[in-house]
């Protein structure tokens, strides 16, 4: 008898020739392209995958990947004033240690049976943020703030039976396009306008465009462009007086020290979880969030999962499971609530234990730092003639607009200088509000030193001379 | 080199060893939610505090906030010290199985490989870890290197022209799919017009669910005798309002579809496009591609055929192609490359816009893009021929076992994958799908039912891989040959299953009853204990 011999790689047990040999003579075919049999000969693919020459060891694999990734200069050994949605801040080396354990990170869809840590973890999650939010329902996450904010739009058309949704124009542009696209063609988006000065919503604007089409009014807080909008509950009440839901996005991390907006009248609240405790990982470190009170008419209209507290047959067992699972696309296809799939749920893991770590104590002392470094910023980089820092005249938490219009250099030629100094400036807003000529989106947290921050001064004073 | 087959002459006796259960017990630590582990005053963790000098000029920073936005009552999160937090944590994962751990094929569809650990060692490098999605390009040519060149392998590995790895997962390409199906219509002026997308009920829930997020009409065509979808059934469902179609192939029965290519003419003289749901690759990598089926675009799952870990559920990546004639539509930005440098382009004239933050998920792609790397095009086709070697090993198998079945396409061979049934199981002894997945969960496996509706009844779906060894494979076999034999002799014992996992059965009323639910621990302690 002739038998195959090939070579073995450790990532295909079952190439071993005789293996092989066995397994096919046990399905009763000479070959494993007799199991193609379905497959007709016009649809095969003839030639051969234009792919690299294979590194199988894993020391070659090992270099080759180091070798590019050198090419990356990162946050670590450089200091970044970059946010936007992504932020830097400290990871405790307890979230890394779990997020990491082969049990969750390589655990999927198991039964309650096989999986009861990953329910109770998630349900945990959904509980510290409920805390946080001052909310009792709280999903298993979904891809990130963009998506949680598409959604939150989303449910408040449903649960409104409203087509149209008024949006603040501090938002972010990239967060826009994810929630234009989400809706079209089943929602309109219309959006408010901002004082220039203070970046707060313009109420009388908002007066005048809400409806009886309106189905929400969403806004962040803080907002994209880091100012604090103190008008919460104004806004929540010209939303609830026309029948509309009040819908606001918000930074987990600020509240420690902002009331949540749970306490000035949003119905259905979103925002992202990378600040707790993930990485910024290229931007791969986002989950999104979506709360609402515990009303039947919220809860049914969430296509997430939801993770629920149960008994079992064993008195005083804790058992865990899908709250009203025939809400969901798994459920009933396209008669469920938008869809349902893989999302971020190993960053709402990390987030319980970040905010386990942190308790009440260190949520608040947190925020405190925050704000302390972030106005320290501020109060330094207002010191160069020309540059306002910040630009709207209202309190921050995080991030601010540094406005470089009056210093006669452009945002681009300053980062380009702070670069050269190993310093990362904050995101250019001119193509996103180009309305405000040469300004930029600093973020400050607490893994900013004053030593960064000294850093950054002295090489913008070289740079604007 | 290394994958070149040489035939020898001599044989090698290999010994056969009678696979068996084994006395599994999972771990049960009986722990309590975190809220109880809570004692006045541990801290878990301590936050850099301002430095005296920044206290100086500033004060306690907080001041400025105005008055009715000021949180005075700190947020009720436990207070745990960093150790107990730590043990909790750990207590709840060995209470978890991950692949892993498990011999995971029973969780079909899903594609449960080996993620490589050394991947693990990259994405928790700082050059991937602290990599700031908005540095300047100058900064980022490596990450922008590897998503530019996945980019490429994946165009050979699907014969389409250009990727973005910007959806957060497989549904999140099947939504991008059905907006890029929407703008094409609104570029064509026909999108009012066209407002239905045809799938099939074996196909993803989510190919029905997203385009319904589009607002389109679903029409689902259900299989013929064959398991297949009926070409006849399609050529009835389109028409002049026809948009698209989003399916799988093979489906989630593991059949292939032969006649996919009339699908696709069909779809497309009547003007709709073809999104191909790529999800059940694993088995015909480098066999056939969503070029020669002629769809218009398709989507990978990363974090299934290319490896990257399914963390509990994400994050992942659905790496969505298009033909070049719908580049211009795809989420902003994409990879390019100048011969220099590698850059992002914004700029696409009938771009959906964005589908997700950044850029995605970056350490997915570079998983993918590792694994791709380890293995090769001879690997990948391996990956693929050892897939469908161990399924339609474990289909002979299976077969073989009382009560069970796996219905259509009878005598022929499956892909990757095969939707079983126990419907016989159930008809003789009372036995339910529900009640052997449990049962499983005792010897250390876990069974998966299937998607909903159940077309199949009492219906079982099994995804072998490339990862596992046949000896794996067969322990997983005389796990369900245990069961099955139980539910004859005793079916009692398997319908109070589980024995040896770490909870009993649990009390789905609740979790349905708006009145008991609870999705928090405060809500628990409202409902349930009287708090108020």
Known sequence: MKKMKSFVHPYIPNSVPEVKMKMLKEIGVKNIEELYQDIPEKLRFKGALKLPEALPSEYALKKHMEDILSRNQSCKENISFLGAGCWQHYVPAICDEINQRSEFLTAYAGEPY???????????????????????????????????????????????????????????????????????????????????????????????????????????????????????????????????????????????????????????????????????????????????????????????????????????????????????????????????????????????????????????????????????????????????????????????????????????????????????????????????????????????????????????????? | MPWVIVWVKETVKMKTKKAKVRNFHQAKWDEPVIFELSTKGERGILVPEAEKEIEEHIGDGIGVIPEQMRRKKPPALPEVAQMRVLKHFLRLSQHCLGADLNVDIGQGTCTMKYSPKINEEFVRSSQVAELHPLQDESTVQGALEIMYKLDLYLRGISGMDWFSFQPGGGSQAILTMASIIHAYHEWQGESSQRDEIITTIFSHPSDAAAAAVKGYKVITLYQGGDGLPEVEALRKAVSERTAGLLITNPEDTGIFNPRIAEFTKIVRDAGGLCGYDQANANGILGITRANEADFDMCFFNLHKTFSSPHGCGGPATGALGVRKELKDFLPVPVVEYDEEKYFLNHDLPHTIGKVRSFLGVFPAVLRAYAWIMSLGAEGLKEVAHIAVLNNNYILEKVKKLRGASAPFAKGRHRIEQVRYSWQDLSKDTGVTTEDVTLRMADFGFHLWSSHHPFIVPQPFTIEPTESYSKEEIDEYLAGLEKVTEEAYEDPDKVKNAPYSSVVHRIDHSTLDDPEKWAVTWRAYLKKHKGQK
């Open chain 1, 114 to 465: 096989e999986d009861h840590g990953r329910f109770q973890a998630l349900f945990e999650y959904e509980s510290l943020m409920g805390e946080l939010l001052d909310l009792d329902v709280v999903n298993v996450p979904t891809y990130d703030w963009a998506q949680a904010a598409s959604t939150t739009v989303r449910m408040a058309g449903r649960i409104t039976g409203r087509k149209e949704i008024l949006v603040s124009d501090t938002i972010s542009v990239d967060r826009l396009l994810v929630i234009r696209n989400y809706c079209r063609p089943m929602v309109s988006i219309i959006m408010v306008k901002h004082h220039p000065e203070t970046g707060l919503m313009d109420l009388d604007d908002l007066k005048s465009k809400i409806s009886s089409n309106t189905a929400g009014v969403y806004f962040e807080n803080p907002s994209y462009l880091g100012f604090i909008e103190p008008q919460g509950q104004k806004i929540s009440d010209i939303a609830h007086e026309n029948g509309a839901l009040s819908l606001v996005g918000v930074d987990p991390i600020s509240l420690g020290v902002l009331i949540p907006p749970s306490h000035y009248g949003a119905d259905i609240v979103c925002g992202d979880i990378q600040c707790l405790g993930g990485h910024i990982s290229f931007g791969g470190g986002q989950g999104g969030f979506i709360a609402t009170r515990d009303e039947e008419r919220f809860v049914m209209e969430f296509p997430s999962r939801l993770f629920g507290i149960t008994k079992t047959s064993v008195e005083g067992e804790y058992g865990f499971g899908d709250v009203a699972y025939d809400r969901t696309s798994f459920g009933v296809r396209e008669e469920g609530k938008e869809f349902v799939g893989t999302h971020a749920a190993l960053w709402g893991i990390t987030a319980g234990v970040y905010l386990s770590l942190l308790g009440p104590l260190g949520i608040q002392e947190l925020g405190k730092t925050i704000m302390q470094r972030s106005q320290y910023a501020m109060k330094r980089l207002s010191e160069f003639k020309g540059v306002k820092a910040p630009l709207f005249r209202s309190p921050h938490f995080k991030e601010f607009v540094v406005d470089f219009n009056g210093s006669g250099k452009t945002v681009q030629q300053i980062s380009k200088y702070l670069l050269l100094h190993n310093i990362f400036g904050g995101k250019d807003l001119s193509q996103e509000f180009p309305g405000l000529g040469d300004c930029a989106l600093y973020c400050v947290t607490e893994v900013h030193t004053k030593e960064d921050i000294d850093k950054l001064i002295n090489a913008l004073g070289d740079c604007l001379g």
